[in-house]
């Protein structure tokens, strides 16, 4: 019989969410976070359409699902933690979910829109929580963090994968 591993503390994915943040606070990286969804310039994108760098990788209409998608589990897990529900929340898997999502059959609006309504429900949602519930501690899989990195994740998750398509797909505009 294995036995199980303890959670990490401070796994190292967290190390990247808060470099990608830097110095800034939970409420504010969410709210600039927003601001990039607003500045994203969508004829561009509409221009790229469903190009990839590379065969084989999402499009620009997956990424923005899976942006999506993983804000919502990302909430999810968030709210089970701060109401001390007690479940703790699978893990999932990403290349099922991009595979199984129709993304590309939506326009590049509705994705953007979607991903806004979404960012404007995750500030409203943390904003809620008073300073005891962001340090609640949350064990889940192989990690253990506070609740408020859940939020930074989220945000730092945005920034990832705003840089990769500003640096593999945006030259695709041609």
């Known amino acids: 019989m294995m036995e199980k591993e303890e959670p990490t503390t401070n796994p190292g994915f967290l190390e990247y969410v808060y470099q990608l943040n830097g110095d800034t606070e939970l409420t504010d990286a969410l709210k600039l976070s927003l601001k990039k969804i ?45 109401r001390g529900e007690g479940t703790i929340p699978d893990a999932h898997d990403q290349e099922i979910m991009g595979d199984n999502s129709n993304a590309d059959e939506l326009s590049i609006e509705q994705l953007i829109n979607e991903l806004r309504i979404v960012r404007q429900s995750t500030i409203a949602m943390f904003d ?47």
């Open 38 to 82: 607003n500045d994203i310039d969508i004829a561009q994108l509409k221009r790229i359409g469903l190009k990839t760098y590379k065969k084989d990788k999402w499009t620009i209409h997956k990424i923005f699902q899976h942006l999506i998608d993983w804000e919502r589990i990302w909430c999810f897990r968030a709210i089970l933690f701060a």
């Open 128 to 174: 809620s929580f008073n300073k005891k519930i962001l340090e609640t501690n949350c064990k889940f899989f192989e990690y253990e963090m506070p609740l408020y990195a859940i939020g930074l994740t989220i945000a730092a998750h945005q920034i990832h994968h705003f840089n990769v398509i500003k640096e593999r797909y945006l030259p695709l505009d041609v």
